[in-house]
Each structure stands twice: as C-alpha cells, then as structure tokens.
Nanobody
C-alpha cells in the first residue's frame, strides 16, 4: 500500500505565503513525476505544478513566478512553496505521484493521490 500525506495548508492573507509538503510512503520502488493539483469549489481539479524524477518542472500559467515546486527523492517528498498568494489560489490542494509499486515494470506505473489540504487566501 502507498500513502501520500500532505501538510502545510491554512489561512493566509493575500500577498502572504505558504509551503505545502507531501510525503509518500509504502512499498514504493521509485517515483516518476510528482505534482500538485488544486480544486476550488464548483471548479474542476487543475494542475498547479509538476516535477519529474530528474527535476524538470512545469507550472500552470497562473502560478508561474510565484510558486516553486521541489522534491527530495531520497525522502520521497515534494514541496510547493507558494508566494504572493492571491484569493484565486484558494482551494483544496492535492499531491499526486506516478510511481512503481514494489518493483520496476515498464508500463505498470500507478497514480496515487493524497487526501488534500485546504488553502484559503483572504483578500
């Protein structure tokens, strides 16, 4: 079994910052891409940022220049540093990982999600 556990959400004023953390645990052989998604009330879940095993990153246009994703492969963790937060950044943030469970079998990657952490940015 694999678990992704997020932490670091909360309430912050516009212009403030938060740092989200996600730790993966369980029978993990290796993790390919790790990512953060968010979902605001009444909206679809959207990709915020992703990072590959080798550190290549991708960001949603709305967060470029404000958010930074990073990971620690040895600890199976991914961080999201969120600066200059805006009310429209509010939502539930979910950690996502694309990984191999137990052993390396090309094409047998599994996707796991965390339980989500609430981020609320007040104006």
């Amino acid at each position: 079994q694999v678990l992704l556990v997020e932490s670091g959400g909360g309430l912050v004023q516009a212009g403030g910052f938060l740092r989200l953390s996600c730790a993966a645990s369980g029978n993990i052989y290796s993790i390919n891409t790790m990512a953060w998604y968010r979902q605001a009330p009444g909206k679809q879940r959207e990709l915020v940022a992703s990072i590959t095993f080798r550190g290549s990153t991708n960001y949603a246009d709305s967060v470029k220049g404000r958010f930074t994703i990073s990971r620690d492969n040895a600890r199976s963790t991914v961080l999201l540093q969120m600066n200059s937060l805006k009310p429209e950044d509010s939502g539930v943030y979910y950690c996502n990982a694309d990984l191999y469970v137990g052993s390396y079998l090309p094409g047998d990657e599994h996707i796991y999600w965390g339980q989500g952490t609430q981020v609320t940015v007040s104006s």
